[in-house]
């Protein structure tokens, strides 16, 4: 969406016998011609349940007061729960009492043991609000969000940026970051929910961003890293702010905010406004990805250390644009299975695609190595069976020979 109430989807179709990318402007309903929208996000229901939710604010100015909107767009209608044209003109209009910054989504632990995707919202008032769904109204409500946001109440500024992630034994970590500089961290008990532990830190400029994050992916087939296993079940925390450098908080579910490695040089290139954290190289290693005001894209790597050390990320390479890096996003436009970076700037939209040889080589690379191991585990798998056959074979021989066997 932009600044002038323009609200837009592309997609990559197949034009004379080549992928291209088409853009269309989808009409949302209750959305002035002059208004100005500030955040958007969409999801889709967790499961049973089913449907694409979006969710837009936007200020509408009246001339002497502006004023602010929350708008849920959902279509119930079976068949149409997806249908993107329909949805748009399935609207609950919501007059807020506060003007809206991050509209954010995530997944709650229901009493009953299922799970329901929520919006929260961040606004000037210095408070996050919680919008749940009335499944028997066909609607979203505002709820207090410490019934199931306890860490997410007194908060010491206007939130700016929000991260949730759940985490194994029923568990998640919340984090955010503060128009004074201040930054959350909390450990939550899902089942209560109960904080189990928090965690503050001050900075000297506004928070851009924090991200949650694992730094390792699954573990490659017939990979046996004891390192890799330790990983898994390490978080850290990603933190940009105005003009300081990026830090990584490592192994925040048991350090807190006590591990920081900063993120040399980013901040050579004006404020960081966007973060973040994907496997770009296919490695199983994540990497961090830093849009800046100043019209770069940079790109960082873990290099973990000996013994001594906590390691450190190492810038690996950097990309110019021609204006500011808005948001950074990494996922299938073009339906092949393989995903796209797409980089929003302020003056358009860039769609930055792996090298498809090289690409093709990883996969022919990866199925030979799997291929490989299945080979070795069914010649083994062979063996156990004719050790066992032999064996078989040699007890009912015994059997027949048995000298204590009478007519």
Avoid at 16 to 45: G, M, W
Avoid at 330 to 341: F, I, M, P, W
Wanted: hydrophobic fraction near 35%; include cysteine; charge should be negative.
């Amino acid at each position: 969406g932009d600044k002038k109430s323009q609200t837009k989807w592309t997609k990559y179709q197949e034009l004379q016998h080549k992928t291209r990318p088409v853009a269309k402007e989808v009409q949302f309903t209750y959305i002035p011609v002059d208004a100005e929208i500030v955040s958007i996000d969409s999801f889709n229901k967790s499961p049973p349940n089913r449907g694409l939710v979006v969710g837009i604010t936007f200020v509408k100015d009246s001339g002497d007061k502006a004023t602010p909107f929350l708008n849920i767009y959902c279509d119930y209608e079976p068949g149409s729960e997806f249908n993107l044209e329909s949805i748009a003109q399935s609207c609950l209009n919501l007059e807020l009492q506060f003007t809206p910054f991050q509209l954010y989504h995530t997944e709650v632990q229901c009493d009953d043991g299922g799970r329901e995707t929520v919006f929260l919202l961040s606004g000037h008032d210095q408070r996050i609000h919680l919008y749940k769904e009335n499944a028997s109204l066909h609607q979203f409500e505002e709820q207090p969000v410490e019934r199931l946001f306890p860490e997410l109440q007194e908060l010491p500024s206007n939130v700016l940026w929000l991260d949730v992630l759940s985490i194994p034994s029923g568990r998640r970590l919340s984090a955010f970051g503060c128009q004074n500089g201040c930054v959350g961290l909390a450990l939550v008990d899902q089942t209560g929910p109960e904080v189990l532990q928090s965690w503050r830190f001050q900075f000297d400029s506004p928070i851009s961003s924090v991200l949650l994050f694992p730094l390792s992916c699954q573990t490659e087939p017939g990979q046996s890293s004891r390192e890799n296993s330790v990983e898994l079940k390490s978080y850290n925390l990603l933190v940009t702010s105005a003009i300081e450098m990026a830090v990584v908080y490592r192994d925040v579910q048991d350090r807190g905010l006590s591990r920081p490695v900063c993120l040399s040089e980013s901040d050579q290139w004006d404020a960081v406004l966007c973060a973040l954290v994907i496997d770009l190289d296919f490695d199983g290693q994540k990497e961090v990805l830093l849009g800046t005001y100043g019209q770069e894209l940079l790109c960082y790597k873990f290099q973990p250390a000996g013994s001594r050390g906590d390691g450190q990320f190492q810038l690996q390479w950097r990309r110019s644009f021609k204006s500011p890096l808005l948001s950074v996003i990494y996922l299938d436009l073009t339906g092949d299975g393989l995903r796209e970076l797409a980089v929003l700037t302020l003056k358009g939209l860039h769609i930055l695609q792996h090298s498809l040889t090289i690409t093709a080589d990883l996969v022919l690379e990866r199925l030979a190595c799997r291929l490989s191991v299945l080979t070795v585990g069914s010649e083994q798998d062979s063996t156990k069976a004719g050790d066992a056959e032999e064996k078989d074979a040699a007890a009912e021989t015994e059997t027949c020979t048995d000298p204590t066997t009478s007519n």
